[in-house]
C-alpha cells in the first residue's frame, strides 16, 4: 500500500518511470495541431520520454507537406481579436467557399505577429528532441497515405504498439 | 554574472523553455544560464521547469516587462 495515497489513488504506476508521456494525436487543423505538439516538445525538454500516436485526422501533421488550414464553422468558441474586440462568424459565413482560407491567413498572421511557434517549427523541434512518432498503418490504408508521404524517422502501428507504450507511460493524454 | 545570455524577448510558449532547454544542453554543469522573455506566463513555468529538472533556479527579476532568470545548470 506505500504508493497509494490517502485518496486511494496510486501515487505512481508500480514499476513504471514516472518521466514517459504518450500522447494520441486524433485531429489534424492548424488550431488543434497545437496542444499536442507543445506539450510534447516541452516533456521532452523536462527531461521525458515522450512518444506520439497519430490517428486519424492527427495523421497529415506527420506529412512532408503540411497545408494546416482552420474553420470557424461550427466553432462558437473562436473569435479573433479585431481592433480590439473580438470578432465570431455566423456559421453561414463560415460556410462560404474561401472563408476558411481567410480565417487561416488571419490565424496565421496573429501566430507570428505574436512570437508563437508555427506548427513546422514545433514539429522539427520534437524530431530533435527525439520524441517517438507514431502514424497509424490503419488510418494509412483508410484514407490512402504512404509512408513516403511522411517525414522520416516515423514509426508505423496499430492499436497494440500504441497500447503497449501506454502501459508503459505515466502520463497518457488523448487529443 | 551569467556564462550564456538568452534572449527569448516576444517569444510566446513554450518557446522560451525549449530555447532555454537547448542552450542548457550545450552548457556544462554548474554554469549559469541568462534567460530574458517578455512572456508573462514564463514565471510559473521557468519555476515549474526548474523543479522538475533539477536546474537550479538562482535568481529572477522583473523590469519594463522583461523577466530575467538566472538558471544555474544542474550537475
Known amino acids: 500500500m506505500s504508493n497509494v495515497t490517502e485518496m486511494g489513488i496510486p501515487a505512481q504506476k508500480p514499476g513504471v518511470d514516472p518521466n514517459t508521456m504518450s500522447i494520441i494525436v486524433t485531429k489534424g487543423s492548424l488550431d488543434w495541431a497545437y496542444p499536442p505538439f507543445i506539450l510534447a516538445t516541452t516533456a521532452a525538454a523536462m527531461g521525458l520520454e515522450v512518444t506520439m500516436f497519430f490517428t486519424f485526422y492527427g495523421l497529415p501533421l506527420l506529412m512532408k507537406d503540411m497545408s494546416l488550414q482552420v474553420t470557424s464553422l461550427g466553432n462558437t468558441a473562436m473569435k479573433m481579436p479585431m481592433g480590439g474586440i473580438h470578432m465570431g462568424m455566423p456559421n453561414l459565413v463560415s460556410a462560404l467557399p474561401g472563408v476558411d482560407a481567410m480565417a487561416s491567413k488571419m490565424m496565421k498572421n496573429l501566430i507570428k505577429k505574436k512570437g508563437v511557434a508555427s506548427i513546422p517549427e514545433l514539429r522539427e523541434l520534437a524530431v530533435e528532441a527525439d520524441v517517438r512518432m507514431i502514424a497509424c498503418q490503419m488510418t494509412l490504408d483508410l484514407f490512402e497515405y504512404s509512408k513516403d508521404d511522411m517525414i522520416e524517422g516515423v514509426e508505423i502501428g496499430g492499436a497494440a504498439t500504441y497500447i503497449e507504450v501506454a502501459t508503459q507511460s505515466h502520463i497518457n493524454l488523448f487529443i | ?75
Do not use: H
Open chain 2, 1 to 75: 554574472m551569467a556564462d550564456q545570455v538568452l534572449d527569448a524577448k516576444g517569444l510566446n510558449c513554450p518557446l522560451p523553455i525549449l530555447k532555454a532547454k537547448k542552450a542548457l544542453k550545450s552548457m556544462e554543469g554548474g554554469k549559469i544560464l541568462e534567460v530574458q522573455s517578455t512572456d508573462p506566463g514564463s514565471v510559473a513555468d521557468f519555476a515549474a521547469f526548474c523543479r522538475t529538472t533539477g536546474n537550479e533556479l538562482v535568481e529572477q527579476e522583473e523590469a519594463d516587462g522583461i523577466w530575467t532568470y538566472l538558471i544555474r545548470k544542474s550537475g
